[in-house]
């Protein structure tokens, strides 16, 4: 199949996907108890007359559900995924604003852990008692078990006061210039305690993985030719067998997207990162479903693009996949 | 029960693996806890003990929280929401995926393609954020809590499940079931599933820890129910307490990656005993 076919199909599959997530959407107002007015308003404490009397007119909610859905789709499509009535702004706009910060957060982390796993994972793999080995033994139990929210506020305890060589809060720093390098490197001194109590999660999963697929290439053929051949170790090691126990870590990295950004919600919430996760926070406390409802199809739509772009890299990487 | 049995081979490969052991004890005592803690303690949790934020002393082990509270008294009565909402939602998540995987696994085709749609659409919902948005618009409670982390999060399951059905049906046992005249329930419930309990059985034990670490999640969020007490829901309302008083954070949240990591090692023990190839992986 060649390049442009494939990028359709896949593209039709990804709009299948998002149109699902807006009919559950749709469902899920509708499914709650209480009037559909009541449940998109909040609790605003005593949303007025008129303003009831709008949400009605908008979502048409005297007309029938077939036709209300299909109004719902259409105002989607528009761009218009309704109104917050406690941040008072449009939700759309709310969450393509907040979209940045989490992809940030979660690519960074995804990337700390992917690296770190697969250095541990190799070291793993090359000395089986070593120390890097049970490493991965006590980090594949502790990653699992370790509540995310928590591992983060400890770490903020330790960083906040014995330790205060990285900012705990937040994604910048008020007085400093907000463009340029200064801007990236305050921005990156934020990111590190955040990011790094996302990747702990996964650092585990992704040694794991690596030192397998580390051993699994190790015993190929192809590594005792080049070791034959008189290559050094360190050559053998990285530019042969890595590549190919690569792989599988890399697959399932990508497919982890939408796990990673629920992580990312907690560990927003602990940070005050300002993205989708701190935005969700901050409509629950307020019961501000729209907002809520946007941002779940906000980070459905980045799975989608992050699946899509995993999907795409590894054609890209294995060309025994470009047939499939 | 033979000695030489599977079984009986399983359970001894278990008994003696140390780290499984330890896991063991750990769920027990923390079990244990729950259940006879709250009266032997005596303390009730609810009850202003001291002065707010106290550290941890001889009056209250485990220090006071921002209203007063005894922190250990609430740990012992969190435990239970937090166990009871983990096992329940675990049943609920293995129940849904076992069912979705046989029946795609079982009857392939049109009905398996359908079935993996639906399951790689909720697979695309990050599970956390889609289970925030069905426990705020339905309340939270210990019950939705319990069914929206179940019905969120049953795809690794159904997956594994679908897997081991594709496998096993080819095999002749099946066939001789089949031309016995066994009937199609009959041959999914008694004769495939029993086969692929093993894998079964260890993504159950783990989903018990994951549906605690979310139940976890959502407390903190404050999406838990807001008349039980949990371990979550401390974490959650002492977060802006840390940095003045680190116990009321940092025991709760002990607990519960004591009791998550008692159930992990069970289940990785439990994996390494069912197969023995992998142990030690």
Redesign the interface.
């Known amino acids: 199949m060649n390049a442009a076919s494939w990028l359709l199909r896949r593209l039709i599959h990804a709009a299948g996907l998002l149109l699902a997530v807006l009919v559950l959407n749709f469902v899920l107002i509708h499914a709650a108890p209480g009037d559909p007015a009541v449940v998109i308003a909040g609790e605003m404490g005593g949303a007025s007359t008129e303003v009831m009397d709008k949400i009605r007119a908008d979502y048409g909610l005297d007309q029938t559900l077939p036709v209300q859905l299909l109004r719902y789709l259409g105002r989607v499509v528009g761009g218009d995924l309704g109104h917050s009535f406690y941040f008072n702004r449009p939700v759309a706009s709310l969450v393509a604003e907040r979209m940045g910060a989490t992809a940030l957060l979660v690519v960074s982390a995804i990337l700390t852990a992917f690296v770190l796993g697969t250095w541990l994972g190799i070291l793993a793999a090359r000395r089986p008692r070593g120390l890097a080995a049970q490493l991965v033994a006590v980090f594949s139990v502790a990653g699992f078990a370790a509540p995310v929210f928590w591992t983060g506020m400890m770490l903020l305890l330790l960083f906040a006061s014995t330790l205060p060589i990285f900012p705990v809060s937040g994604m910048e720093d008020v007085g400093r210039p907000k463009l340029g390098f200064a801007h990236a490197i305050d921005v990156a001194h934020h990111l590190v305690l955040p990011a790094m109590t996302l990747a702990l999660v996964y650092i585990a999963q992704y040694s794991r993985q690596s030192r397998a697929g580390m051993l699994a290439a190790l015993a190929a053929d192809y590594i005792r030719t080049a070791r034959a051949k008189g290559l050094g170790e360190g050559r053998v090691v990285y530019r042969h067998a890595l590549r190919n126990a690569l792989i599988p870590v890399i697959t399932i990295a990508g497919l982890q997207f939408g796990q990673v950004l629920a992580g990312a919600v907690l560990v927003e919430t602990v940070y005050s990162w300002p993205g989708l996760g701190r935005l969700a926070y901050e409509s629950i406390l307020r019961r501000d479903s729209p907002t809520l409802l946007g941002i779940l199809l906000g980070s459905a739509l980045m799975v989608i693009l992050a699946n899509l772009a995993t999907d795409a890299a590894y054609r890209l990487a294995d060309p025994r996949m470009r047939g499939a | 029960m033979n000695a030489r049995s599977p079984t009986a081979r399983a359970a001894r490969a278990f008994l003696r693996n140390p ?1 499984a052991m330890v896991g063991l004890v750990v769920l027990a005592l923390m079990v244990l806890a729950s259940v006879a803690g709250p009266a032997l303690y005596g303390v009730d949790a609810i009850d202003i003990v001291g002065p707010p934020m106290s550290p941890p002393d001889g009056e209250a082990w485990f220090g006071t929280d921002y209203l007063g509270r005894d922190i250990l008294a609430a740990i012992l009565v969190g435990g239970r929401a937090t166990m009871l909402v983990g096992v329940t939602a675990a049943l609920i998540s293995v129940s849904i995926g076992t069912t979705v995987g046989a029946l795609a696994g079982y009857l392939e085709g049109l009905a398996d393609a359908a079935l993996m749609r639906v399951t ?2 909720f ?8 289970a ?3 426990v ?4 939270p409670s210990l019950v939705t809590v319990a069914l929206s982390i179940g019905v969120v999060s049953w795809t690794g399951t159904a997956r594994l499940v679908r897997a081991e059905f594709l496998r096993l049906k080819r095999l002749e046992f099946i066939e001789a079931a089949r031309a016995e005249g066994a009937t199609h329930a009959r041959i999914i419930f008694r004769v495939i599933l029993p086969n692929g309990m093993a894998p079964l059985i260890v993504s159950a034990t ?1 989903a018990v ?1 994951a549906a605690m ?1 979310f139940e ?2 959502l407390s ?4 838990g129910d807001p008349n039980v007490i949990s371990w ?1 829901l401390m ?1 959650g309302q002492n ?1 802006s307490y ?2 003045d008083a ?1 116990w009321t ?2 025991f709760p ?1 002990l607990a ?2 004591a009791t ?2 008692s ?3 069970i289940g ?1 023990g439990v994996n390494d005993a069912l197969d023995p190839r992998s142990a030690g ?1």
Do not use: C
């Open positions: 780290a790689e659409f697979q695309v919902l990050p599970a956390l954020l889609f925030m948005v069905v705020m618009l339905f309340r783990l820890g670490l976890g999640g903190f969020l404050g999406l979550g974490i977060r840390l940095l680190w954070v940092t949240g519960l990656f998550v990591m159930v992990a090692l990785d992986s």
